[in-house]
């Protein structure tokens, strides 16, 4: 997906954003943050469970979303025992410093630790440089609770389906058996029945997480519409959370290796 960058400024113009100053050129400036999933991570790690439920929620594309931002904010701000959140991806429209500048502003109003992975609108121009800085690295993975979560990158369109995005050899060490991990859940934008997942990558992705023992289930964003689907004779649900700007999340809970969820409305 390339855009012009001087479309970029009239549409950002155009969309009332007119008080974010930008370069699409800039990657970073003396006030943006670096490294969030880290902090994340930490903040996560410091958690002192209540219960022996893990309790999550599952959001995306809060691109030009800037009032329901907000209000996902105070929502998520009301609701108790929550371990994280996690942005699936598109957290800008272009890709721009100043956009995921003013994503993150809000993000730290948020009473709950949370971590972000990268969509195909963050990858626009210079948005790869921006995202690795204030966020890491495009695909990584963390243990939380006897749980794996594997964050990863599976906008193939954006190089071209080259065949490398997913990396299916990353995956595949991932979800090998690790002492401690009794679960594995996958958390990506694109998911793999999108006409932007690279179509060659289809089949060894979904066969990878069907035998790999313990894998709960594959969220994703990207079609701003709630979703479940799954393939034949698999047990792994893809699940797709609506858009951020529709004003709905979803809330997951996982207990003794059970995923159940629902959805929330704000």
């Not at 995956?171 to 090998?176: D, G, H, I, M, S």
């Not at 690279?198 to 894998?215: M, N, R, V």
């Amino acid at each position: 997906m390339k855009i012009p960058l001087l479309f970029i400024s009239v549409l950002l113009l155009s969309a009332g954003c007119n008080s974010l100053e930008f370069s699409p050129e800039q990657t970073f400036d003396r006030d943006s943050p670096k490294d969030l999933n880290a902090a994340g991570l930490h903040k996560m790690q410091q958690n002192t469970p209540k219960d022996d439920t893990i309790r999550i929620i599952i959001t995306g594309d809060t691109q030009r979303s800037y009032n329901e931002v907000t209000k996902l904010v105070k929502k998520i701000n009301t609701m108790q025992n929550l371990d994280f959140v996690a942005f699936a991806g598109d957290l800008s429209e272009f890709g721009v410093l100043q956009e995921m500048k003013w994503l993150a502003r809000e993000l730290e109003k948020m009473n709950t630790p949370y971590i972000a992975v990268v969509g195909n609108h963050d990858l626009v121009n210079k948005g790869s440089s921006v995202f690795r800085r204030m966020f890491g690295d495009l695909n990584y993975s963390f243990v939380y609770r006897g749980i794996k979560f594997i964050c990863h990158d599976t906008n193939g369109r954006e190089y071209g389906f080259s065949g490398r995005v997913p990396d299916i050899g990353w995956l595949t060490r991932e979800v090998e058996p690790q002492a401690g991990v009794t679960g594995y859940i996958g958390i990506s934008h694109v998911p793999p029945n999108s006409e932007d997942y690279d179509p060659a990558l289809i089949e060894p992705y979904h066969s990878l997480f069907d035998k790999s023992p313990g894998f709960l289930a594959s969220f994703h964003a990207h079609t701003h519409t709630h979703s479940e689907f799954g393939y034949p004779g698999s047990n792994v649900p893809y699940i797709i959370t609506a858009t951020a700007g529709a004003s709905e999340f979803l809330l997951v809970k996982i207990i003794k290796n059970k995923l159940s969820y629902e959805r929330i409305y704000f």
